[in-house]
């Protein structure tokens, strides 16, 4: 049974901070909207006590000590979802559920691919923590909230707990200054080899294989800093929209993602695909004339017009006739180390159609796989040789009333076993220049090397 209670309080909590109190609890998730923006960050949360866990591994499924095998995760996170049904009015649109990831590779259960890459190292293929509390920060409005819904005890009671552990909230504690390091970075591909897999790449689209694929890199260092430290220094240097602070057992997800995958709130479903990328300036001159290049590039635009084309077919899958439209094109947004071409599309789902299945029909987003999205995934797997893991994949949140918003998974660190993860890549057209694909890579990684 649920016991739902959500309760304002009269103070309102910097999110960071708050979760400074809870950082090192196990299985706790920080959703951070980092970045200072009207339309994109309007809520934070975060997941406390948790209720229930799902992971999955291929077709098999592990809820709490239950295990399932030979199933669909997709379905099987579904029915798990639909046994906690909220019926609640509230214009928050994520007030209790479940917080986590799917990672690229679960999209080898949704298409038959081949499975030639190797994996430098494992988390599983999904995970997602359903929470009996949330503590919700109205950055707009400057309110918090905490809601319960009485799975662990009485919801009033755990608010309260809550609401009492903030009497030790401290503002203004805890920022890292930059620190010079030693590190050594390694790559599974090299200058020369990432540009020959580049020209490979071009062959096929000559060929008539695919108009545009994504091409990826990963960077790895030993580090053995505390994650969320690494967290607060990357928040620093590159605040985001869909940043995110994941604490699990046994390895950490560190995400200060610019790019939504999917949100679906009271039934509208929108996507916003990025393709286009410049470094900043290192002066206003120079800022103004990188940001003039990227508006003015009819290549980058091409990507772009590429990948919303793919996007608006997915959702055509899930939407209602008619329904899909591109809510803006070629808009450029700003980011402390780059600019970024996005466009946004919107379309009404169809009333038989749930957030996990809209998501299981659209997944991996076509902006880190390419079009067509099949082929292009074939000849990533090939070309990459490295799993991906959840790099590209994504992260975000099930509202038990139905509501959902997930992330694409770039510009993110995955910390085990004193090692830190990162992937990077770029859209490949015909137009591509091969060292220009590896130098936009190089752009993309700094704000994260740099932490590092």
């Not at 004193?418 to 137009?431: D, F």
Request: with cysteine; charged share 30%; proline share 3%.
């Amino acid at each position: 049974m649920i016991d739902f209670k959500i309760k304002e309080l009269n103070t309102y909590y910097d999110p960071f901070y708050t979760y400074n109190l809870f950082k090192d609890n196990i299985d706790s998730i920080f959703l951070d909207s980092s970045k200072e923006d009207n339309m994109l960050s309007k809520y934070s949360f975060i997941g406390l006590n948790p209720y229930k866990k799902f992971v999955s591994e291929g077709r098999k499924v592990l809820i709490d000590n239950e295990v399932y095998k030979d199933v669909d995760p997709f379905e099987e996170l579904e029915k798990l979802i639909n046994t906690y049904k909220l019926n609640i009015h509230s214009d928050i649109p994520f007030v209790s559920g479940a917080i986590g990831y799917f990672s690229y590779d679960i999209g080898r259960i949704l298409e038959k691919l081949p499975d030639n890459s190797s994996e430098d190292f494992s988390i599983p293929d999904s995970m997602f923590i359903f929470f009996d509390n949330l503590i919700i920060f109205d950055l707009h409005n400057r309110k918090t909230y905490i809601t319960g819904i009485g799975q662990i005890e009485e919801a009033k009671n755990s608010i309260l707990k809550i609401e009492k552990s903030l009497e030790d909230y401290k503002e203004g504690e805890g920022i890292i200054g930059r620190v010079e390091s030693s590190n050594t970075f390694f790559c599974n591909f090299n200058k020369d080899e990432y540009e020959k897999s580049v020209y490979l790449l071009k062959d096929y689209i000559r060929n008539g294989d695919v108009y545009i694929a994504n091409m990826t890199r990963r960077i790895w260092c030993n580090n053995d800093e505390n994650s969320f430290e690494i967290y607060e220094k990357l928040r620093n240097s590159n605040k985001a929209p869909f940043s995110a602070y994941m604490n699990f057992n046994d390895f950490q997800i560190i995400s200060s993602s610019p790019e939504r995958f999917l949100s679906v709130i009271d039934g509208l479903v929108q996507t916003r695909p990025i393709k286009g990328t410049r470094p900043r300036g290192k002066n206003h001159e120079e800022d103004k004339k990188n940001r003039k290049e990227l508006m003015n590039s009819e290549k980058d635009k091409s990507e772009l017009l590429m990948i919303v084309d793919l996007e608006r077919n997915d959702l055509s899958k899930v939407c209602k006739p008619n329904s899909v439209k591109v809510k803006e094109l070629f808009k450029i947004e700003e980011y402390d180390t780059v600019f970024h071409l996005v466009a946004t599309i919107e379309g009404k789902l169809k009333e038989d159609v749930t957030s996990v299945k809209c998501i299981k029909e659209c997944f991996p987003g076509g902006s880190i796989t390419g079009a067509p999205k099949i082929r292009a995934m074939e000849i990533i797997e090939e070309l990459e040789k490295l799993k991906r893991n959840i790099y590209t994949g994504s992260i975000g949140y099930f509202d038990l009333r139905g509501n959902s918003d997930f992330n694409i998974v770039i510009r993110t660190i995955v910390k085990k076993d004193n090692k830190a993860y990162l992937g990077v890549g770029g859209g490949i057209t015909w137009e591509s220049i091969e060292s220009d694909e590896w130098f936009e890579t190089i752009d993309k990684a700094k704000a994260l090397m740099g932490v590092l």
